[in-house]
């Protein structure tokens, strides 16, 4: 019997070094892809893209709830978001804040559909 725990406290001490090791391994290869990403000929249509995508998100939810305002937020957090890392872009003290603000009106919309839908679903009556 004490052999068995003994087996098991060895298997676990392996998995968890073999684990490790792997954790390492990946951190590496993903700090090394990441610092070959870090080109503005990538990250620009990267970025752009999600914007998009994050305006269509707010298109759905203005298509679906019938509310403007959330739309608006987008809208305007994906301008000053954009603008603020292609335009402005520096360390100075004007770029960082219009792409923080920028951050903080796309998730108004999230917040807004998400909590309009929440409403919407118990609102309904359950439909068997």
């Known amino acids: 019997m004490a052999e068995h725990c003994g087996d098991?406290?060895?298997?676990?001490?392996?998995?968890?070094?073999?684990?490790?090791h792997t954790l390492i391994i990946v951190s590496v290869i993903t700090a090394v892809c990441l610092g070959l990403l870090r080109n503005d000929a990538i990250l620009w249509p990267l970025m752009l893209a999600s914007l998009s995508v994050a305006l269509?998100?707010?298109?759905?939810?203005?298509?679906?709830?019938h509310a403007s305002m959330p739309m608006l937020?987008?809208?305007?957090?994906a301008v000053s978001m954009a603008s603020?890392?292609?335009f402005v872009y520096g360390?100075?003290?004007?770029?960082?804040?219009?792409?923080?603000?920028?951050?903080v009106l796309l998730l108004v919309p999230t917040v807004c559909n998400a909590r309009r839908r929440r409403a919407r679903?118990?609102?309904r009556p359950f439909l068997a």
């Open 73 to 77: 937020f987008g809208v305007v957090g």
């Open 8 to 20: 098991s406290v060895g298997n676990f001490t392996d998995t968890a070094s073999r684990t490790r």
């Open 84 to 86: 603020g890392v292609i």
């Open 56 to 65: 269509d998100g707010c298109w759905q939810g203005r298509r679906v709830h």
């Open 91 to 103: 360390p100075g003290p004007v770029a960082r804040p219009m792409i923080y603000v920028g951050a």
């Open 121 to 123: 679903a118990t609102c």
